[in-house]
């Protein structure tokens, strides 16, 4: 199992990125990912999810803090997933990862790599 996250960068208060998780090694439709985010000074344990994407389905969750400003879609062409983020402050950065979950509900049990998202202020 591979899942490799790109797209993070140094973005200005107020504006976009687009993250991808490119996968294989698995049945990309049976499967769920989330994306995680680990804030500045914390360790690996504290990172948060901040969405979820059911594959099989494409329903996807998020958390409330969001304020609608993440949407997590799927490309199964392409066994990716991106989360799209817009409006971004500067309480957003983080290393943001990607993982495979059996499904939403269950823990991940593979990770990527991690990619950095830096929103200046």
């Known amino acids: 199992v591979q899942l490799v996250e790109s797209g993070g960068g140094l973005v200005e208060h107020g504006g976009s990125l687009r993250l991808s998780c490119e996968t294989s090694?698995?049945?990309?439709?049976?499967?769920?990912i989330g994306w995680f985010r680990q804030l500045p000074g914390k360790e690996r344990e504290g990172r948060k999810r901040?969405?979820?994407?059911?594959?099989?389905?494409?329903?996807?969750f998020y958390k409330d803090y969001l304020e609608g400003r993440f949407t997590t879609f799927s490309d199964s062409s392409k066994n990716t997933v991106y989360l799209q983020m817009s409006r971004l402050k500067p309480e957003d950065t983080a290393v943001y990862y990607c993982?495979?979950?059996?499904?939403?509900?269950?823990?991940?049990?593979?990770w990527g790599q991690g990619t950095q998202v830096t929103v200046s202020s």
């Open positions: 090694g698995f049945r990309f439709g049976d499967r769920a």
């Open positions: 901040v969405s979820c994407i059911q594959n099989n389905d494409g329903k996807a």
């Open positions: 993982a495979l979950h059996i499904a939403c509900e269950n823990t991940p049990g593979y």
